[in-house]
């Protein structure tokens, strides 16, 4: 596989970029395919439309840069982290940070240069980051990480006319040109609900936690069952304060009921939760037997894996193998196994260096950013949509009470959707 693979393929509409690295002391390479029409500069006209003002590159006299930088290349790239944030958010940034530095490593002859900039995690921060990062040229803004930060940048990036592709999850930030890169709840549920209906689940109840992410994991979880023609027996709603799980009891309890009419119950909480949960309902004589647990990508814990009282439930998550591959080369760079929110930053990376090489001048517009067939990284294919949300292939798995085995893989294209 080589990086600009020629026109004949282009005109297959499937190109991809290859970012050259070496795993476990053995030259692989790892691939990101930029799915869309004409993207190879020099091939072929590009049918993705034309950017008002002319086309994208760098001013005649180029800004001074201040601060960190990664890798010398032509076109600057703006990475937003909340570095004096403090806690566990410095923590995030410097995994972030050298996530980038790793995907700039693989991605051999990389024509970016990225520009770090420090959020505090505040929306002040954010603006105050990309005005800095805009002002020294950057074409684009990857992060920033948390949903203040990125309304802030927002705010000045807009007005610039420069994308954002953030990592918060918080879905209220979206919107055309502030992108979002991370793993959101809707897109779980999705999932998790379709992969239910076909195997002929039809009677759903869900029990979400009374805060922000619940209320969107409730107005998917109701529009999924709905378009897959499902029913809703029963939706509760639970607040939890510390350890105080009184209100979780009663909810649980209230379902129990219900129990005999539902034969799959969504519970996406992750931690103690589920195992909670499925022991109540027990106690109060709920026959879980006939009905199976559907969960989201919290459950991605050994918490939820090792439970006893959760084998044979379901939960959405992208394929392993990628992230596995990312981890080994972190932990042998810097000491340390990376979070899994670190391919984001890997991803974004990525994608900013092979949308430079692949598109031309048209690199970071919406359309590019937009195409419908997306792109492949790291947790497999992902894209944007125009409202700034993404979707993602997700695989399902199911737990075995001692980790987690795969039972239906992730999609590799979005034909036949997720």
């Known amino acids: 596989m080589v990086f600009e693979r020629g026109c004949e393929e282009a005109e297959l509409h499937h190109i991809t970029v290859a970012a050259r690295s070496t795993w476990a002391g053995k030259a692989k390479r790892l691939a990101v395919?930029?799915?869309?029409?004409?993207?190879?500069?020099?091939?072929?006209?590009?049918?993705?439309?034309?950017?008002?003002?002319?086309?994208?590159?760098?001013?005649?006299?180029?800004?001074?840069?201040?601060?960190?930088?990664?890798?010398?290349?032509?076109?600057?790239?703006?990475?937003?982290?909340?570095?004096?944030?403090?806690?566990?958010?410095?923590?995030?940034?410097?995994?972030?940070?050298?996530?980038?530095?790793?995907?700039?490593?693989?991605?051999?002859?990389?024509?970016?240069?990225?520009?770090?900039?420090?959020?505090?995690?505040?929306?002040?921060?954010?603006?105050?980051?990309?005005?800095?990062?805009?002002a020294e040229g950057a074409e684009l803004l990857l992060g920033p990480v948390f949903a203040p930060a990125v309304s802030g940048a927002a705010s000045v990036a807009r007005s610039s006319g420069v994308p954002i592709v953030a990592f918060s999850t918080d879905t209220s930030v979206a919107s055309r040109g502030v992108y979002l890169l991370s793993f959101l709840p809707a897109g779980d549920v999705k999932r998790i609900v379709s992969h239910a209906a076909r195997q002929n689940r039809r009677s759903f109840a869900a029990l979400l936690p009374d805060d922000a992410y619940g209320a969107v994991a409730e107005a998917a979880f109701r529009q999924e069952v709905g378009r897959a023609g499902g029913r809703i027996v029963s939706i509760q709603r639970y607040k939890l304060s510390g350890t105080d799980t009184a209100d979780l009891q009663a909810k649980t309890a209230s379902l129990a009921s219900a129990m005999s009419q539902v034969d799959a119950l969504f519970i996406p909480a992750g931690g103690g939760v589920p195992a909670f949960v499925a022991q109540a309902l027990t106690a109060q004589g709920a026959n879980l037997g006939t009905v199976k647990l559907l969960g989201s990508g919290q459950w991605e814990s050994q918490q939820v894996l090792t439970s006893p009282m959760l084998t044979g439930s379901w939960f959405p998550g992208p394929d392993k193998a990628g992230f596995e591959q990312l981890a080994a080369r972190y932990q042998a760079a810097y000491g340390s196994p990376p979070p899994r929110n670190s391919s984001l930053a890997y991803d974004g990376t990525i994608l900013a260096a092979g949308l430079v090489r692949s598109a031309g001048a048209q690199r970071f517009s919406d359309p590019v950013l937009t195409n419908r067939d997306g792109f492949l990284g790291i947790d497999g294919v992902f894209r944007f949509l125009p409202n700034g949300e993404s979707e993602r292939g997700l695989a399902v798995y199911e737990v075995t009470g001692s980790g987690a085995q795969m039972v239906n893989p992730a999609p590799r294209d979005f034909r036949a959707g997720s």
């Open 33 to 134: 395919a930029l799915l869309g029409a004409g993207l190879v500069a020099g091939c072929m006209g590009s049918n993705l439309g034309t950017l008002p003002g002319g086309a994208i590159g760098p001013a005649d006299t180029t800004p001074a840069v201040t601060g960190e930088t990664i890798g010398t290349g032509s076109v600057r790239v703006g990475l937003l982290l909340p570095l004096s944030a403090g806690g566990s958010a410095t923590s995030i940034a410097t995994v972030f940070r050298n996530s980038a530095q790793l995907a700039l490593n693989d991605f051999q002859g990389a024509d970016i240069q990225i520009l770090i900039k420090d959020t505090a995690g505040t929306a002040d921060g954010g603006r105050a980051a990309a005005q800095a990062a805009i």
